[in-house]
């Protein structure tokens, strides 16, 4: 439960008890269920329209947001996962494969966090060992050698940080997967759909077109990595929350995405199916817009598209 929806969550609730009796009795109480969920409906709309950075962290991070095997299962067929980075191990942090977008061969590949315990400890959270990153230059090199564009979903708080990562060099695997994703001569498309965390997300969100969900987050730290940091206190995550500038807005504001998808008013978690579309719509826009294409003249366009980030013109 995030904290500013406790009181959502408590309407809801009683919402939810109430139906039980009606389907159980012969009282009727539709009239109250019905003035109860337009006062929760008006609760949502109120909160959703000014959320803080730091209310915008907690919904990135919602169990109950779609996740990358949700958006495989809804958006590609004949999904053919491809495991292992023929080096080390499998990493089950950072899923790809092969599949069809909207009868498109294509590679997919993302950041899988699952939605009960059992399943986030079997993803790591979702944080990539360098086996998967390793994984995921396989998988681009894979996509150059066919000619099919790639697509990538990012939702990652960052790269694994444990012992074993890093004495298996972590960092060069990164760096591998962000030089790789540069020189790729086939369209790249990645969607930011929960957290972007640091190098772990950067590495496979190299991309010609990066959209982001409307309440997801990017950034190079934590709020409380960077509050630890700065202030010697993860209290000061509020603070460092809005420093960062990891918002959506703050980054479309930065032209260092290429758009925002909007999400319905309660956030993804609420409605699953609805943003798993509206996904979907941006992805084959993205694909009309960047096919056909020429193998030197996307190269130059990614190239001088990461060159002007950050200049004063």
């Not at 599949?99 to 294509?106: E, K, N």
Request: charged residues 25%; contains cysteine.
């Amino acid at each position: 439960m995030l904290d500013f929806e406790k009181p959502i969550i408590e309407l809801e609730n009683k919402i939810s008890e109430l139906r039980h009796v009606t389907s159980d009795s012969e009282v009727n109480i539709a009239e109250e269920i019905s003035r109860m969920k337009t006062k929760a409906d008006k609760l949502i709309q109120q909160a959703y329209s000014k959320l803080t950075p730091v209310q915008k962290v907690q919904v990135a991070r919602h169990a109950d947001r779609p996740s990358f095997l949700d958006y495989t299962k809804n958006l590609i067929t004949d999904f053919t996962p491809l495991a292992g980075d023929r080096n080390f191990a499998e990493d089950y942090a950072l899923l790809g494969g092969l599949g069809r977008f909207r009868g498109r061969s294509c590679v997919v590949m993302g950041h899988e966090k699952g939605h009960d315990t059992q399943a986030r400890i079997k993803h790591n959270f979702g944080m990539a060992r360098p086996e998967g990153y390793r994984k995921a230059q396989r998988l681009m090199e894979m996509a150059e050698q066919f000619q099919l564009p790639i697509i990538t979903l990012v939702d990652t708080k960052g790269a694994y940080p444990g012992m074993g990562a890093e004495e298996r060099g972590q960092s060069e695997a990164i760096a591998k997967s962000i030089e790789k994703s540069l020189r790729v001569n086939v369209p790249i498309i990645s969607i930011i759909v929960g957290e972007g965390g640091s190098g772990g997300a950067i590495a496979i969100a190299v991309a010609d077109k990066v959209y982001m969900l409307e309440h997801s987050i990017y950034s190079v730290i934590s709020p409380e990595g960077c509050a630890s940091i700065l202030w010697r206190s993860a209290s000061y995550a509020d603070e460092a929350a809005n420093a960062l500038k990891i918002t959506a807005q703050d980054l479309a504001e930065l032209k260092l995405i290429d758009g925002i998808i909007k999400e319905p008013i309660g956030g993804a978690h609420r409605h699953k199916e609805e943003v798993i579309a509206r996904v979907g719509e941006q992805i084959e826009a993205a694909l009309n817009d960047l096919t056909p294409w020429d193998a030197d003249g996307i190269l130059k366009e990614r190239r001088e598209k990461f060159l002007a980030f950050g200049r004063n013109l």
